[in-house]
């Protein structure tokens, strides 16, 4: 396979993947390549993008969770890292993600990029958050429950 047909293959895979690819360069946060699946996951154009960083997006709540494991990839005391977090979209919408980032240097080289692969979880999160509220509610009517049958039953010895 020639390096074209080889090129070609991989740009078919990243811009046709059903999950968002970057290329991230590290000293910067800027995006070098985005995908069409990660554009509309922030809801920016593929021009806007590589116009940003990859922290200008990052939900203000969420940048240490990203700086920390950005600097246990720099220092190779971690091969990649995986967390949840948030994008802010560009109508100010938050999207939850599952972001897992890979460097793409070798060992002894100076870290320049890494690659993030990204999933939207938030339908996930939404839901996770809405069996929390319910089982608070459950908790509560149980505790309610248990206090009238007390109460119930020390009428009963009154009387």
Excluded at 67 to 95: P, S, W
């Amino acid at each position: 396979m020639s390096l074209r047909e080889s090129e070609g293959r991989f740009r078919a895979l990243v811009e046709q993947a059903a999950v968002g690819v970057a290329e991230i360069e590290m000293g910067t946060g800027r995006f070098l390549t985005v995908n069409r699946r990660f554009c509309e996951l922030v809801g920016r154009t593929e021009k806007e993008m590589l116009a940003t960083t990859f922290l200008a997006i990052t939900h203000p709540e969420d940048l240490t969770l990203h700086k920390e494991k950005t600097a246990l990839l720099i220092a190779g005391k971690i091969a990649h890292y995986r967390l949840e977090m948030r994008y802010v979209r560009k109508d100010g919408g938050v999207v939850w993600v599952d972001i897992t980032a890979s460097p793409l240097w070798m060992p002894g080289e100076k870290p320049e990029r890494n690659i993030a692969v990204i999933q939207d979880i938030t339908d996930r999160i939404r839901m996770r958050e809405e069996n929390e509220r319910r089982s608070k509610q459950l908790a509560i009517l149980h505790e309610t429950s248990i206090e009238l049958t007390a109460e119930l039953n020390l009428s009963e010895l009154l009387n």
